[in-house]
């Protein structure tokens, strides 16, 4: 995570800077790492973090709702190992404490734009709006097209930061080497 961290804050490959998908990798980092351990142990996600990733996922929401979908992906992993083991306890601990970690964050948030009398705006602009006005002025919007367009784009950027490439890779490829083949199934899931 710390590594992530540095590579995603120093690197030159998101050369407009500041967007919410590189300030979140270090998040991502995080929950691939927890889910990845627990994995590998045999074991169940802690209360704790749980609770952390929950709170992570809710920072993230109200930063860019799109990309919770990792953390849907993400709580596949877990999910499963309580619904195999018959776990349903332990299933429905782990979503009462991520749905708290989600609405601690949500708290602070929530407070502020009450405070300014602005709920309706915050939740008209940021949830409305996004979701039923927002519309996309990207010729192939929508299409296989306009989707591949910017993954190649962004493996474009990415190899102008010759640092930033050899790291991603090289720790890509040492993680495959290193896991079993069940963790990869894993790794693919997250």
């Known amino acids: 995570v710390p590594a992530t961290a540095l590579l995603a804050y120093t690197t030159t490959a998101f050369f407009h800077g500041g967007s919410v998908e ?11 790492y927890v889910g990845l351990n627990t994995f ?20 993230v929401f109200w930063s860019k709702f799109t990309l919770v979908g990792f953390f849907i992906g993400w709580f596949i992993l877990p999910a499963a190992g309580h619904i195999k083991s018959r ?21 602070p948030i929530a407070v502020y734009f009450a405070l300014n009398g602005a709920i309706t705006d915050w ?12 519309s996309s002025s990207d010729s192939g919007s929508g299409s296989l097209f306009g989707a591949i367009v ?19 890779y090289g720790l890509g490829l040492w993680a495959v080497k290193k896991i079993y ?10």
């Open 87 to 107: 776990n349903i306890k332990g299933l429905l601990r782990l979503v009462l404490f991520i749905a708290a970690g989600v609405f601690a964050a949500t708290v």
């Open 22 to 32: 590189e300030l979140c990798l270090p998040i991502f980092a995080y929950v691939v």
């Open 40 to 59: 590998a142990k045999g074991s169940f996600v802690s209360k704790q973090q749980a609770f952390l990733i929950g709170i992570l996922s809710g920072l």
């Open 123 to 134: 939740l008209t602009v940021y949830l409305y709006n996004n979701i039923f006005l927002y």
């Open 150 to 168: 910017p993954l190649i784009n962004g493996c474009a950027y990415m190899s102008f930061n010759g640092l930033f490439t050899v790291a991603l």
């Open 181 to 190: 083949k069940e963790d990869k199934a894993a790794l693919l899931l997250i």
